[in-house]
């Protein structure tokens, strides 16, 4: 684990900067190739700078208000403190989905179609921004209670919570996750891509992962707790929820549609 990459003339390069960078690029290489010979080729060629902005604030809106209130309330002049750290995925979701629905609405696209073209990239690069986190020691599990477990080293957060105590590999297990819904997502996309409904890929992707992120915050160390749950545990049954109506609309659209076709023939 190396928080810090190397030095360059008097700066330091920090891994976790570089490894989310390469997210993006990887990100972005995966939402060209699925949206090559479509309309949204171009697009999301000029929606990537919007995309990242929008992420990023998304992503410490959510860090400051779900996970750290307490904290940032007696220090509010920190909110604005972005390069000390303090991001959240969740946030980063919401800020990108919501840019791109401005972005969709300003061009006159669809936001459903472009959506469920990127979320097979969405999910890869969150998958990578976990390594970020791990090589960072945040995003850290609480204590296993045996002899197994990471131990993270001095300087890192986690040791800053936990010391020496073998901690769960929340934030790696969470990465695998992710690699593996992007190969369900991804599988999709080319296979079925076609013949789903536009914005249930979309809406799957939201699912898949909200419902990983509540099972792993079982084992996070770094979120305070309200009631027997996490921020992020609240916040992730609030978005199911909200996400499950969505599909049941998109089923029951669909239905509709189909009938109307065939009262048509």
């Known amino acids: 684990m190396h928080k810090d990459l190397f030095n360059f003339f008097g700066y330091v390069v920090q891994t976790h900067a570089v490894i989310s960078l390469l997210a993006i690029i990887l990100g972005y290489g995966v939402g060209l190739a699925l949206t090559r010979k479509t309309i949204y080729y171009k697009h999301l060629q000029n929606f990537l700078i919007y995309g990242v902005v929008g992420a990023i604030i998304g992503a410490r809106i959510w860090h400051v208000f779900v996970f750290q209130w307490p904290t940032y309330s007696q220090h509010p002049l920190q909110i604005l403190e972005i390069w000390t750290g303090g991001i959240s995925i969740e946030g980063a979701i919401a800020g990108g989905i919501v840019s791109l629905m401005i972005y969709s609405r300003i061009h006159k696209i669809s936001f459903l179609e ?60 969470e990465s695998q996750g992710d690699m593996i819904l992007f190969c369900i997502l991804f599988m999709l996309q ?26 792993l915050e079982f084992f996070r160390g770094d979120s305070p707790r309200f009631g027997n749950l996490t921020g992020g545990q609240w916040s992730a049954i609030a978005i199911i929820i909200i996400d499950l109506g969505f599909m049941t609309y998109l089923a029951l659209r669909d239905i509709k549609h189909k009938q109307k076709e065939e009262a048509l023939k």
Do not use: H
Not at 204 to 212: K, Q
């Open 114 to 173: 472009f959506a469920d073209y990127l979320s097979p990239a969405m999910i890869l690069a969150q998958g990578i921004g976990r390594i970020a986190c791990f090589m960072n020691g945040d995003a850290f599990g609480s204590p296993t209670g045996g002899n197994f477990g990471i131990v993270y080293p001095k300087g890192s957060y986690a040791y800053e919570y936990y010391g020496s105590q073998p901690l769960w590999p929340a934030e790696v297990w």
């Open 190 to 215: 080319v296979l079925a891509g076609q013949r789903l409904t536009k914005g249930w890929l979309i809406s799957f992707y939201v699912f898949l992962y909200f419902l990983e992120r509540f099972i």
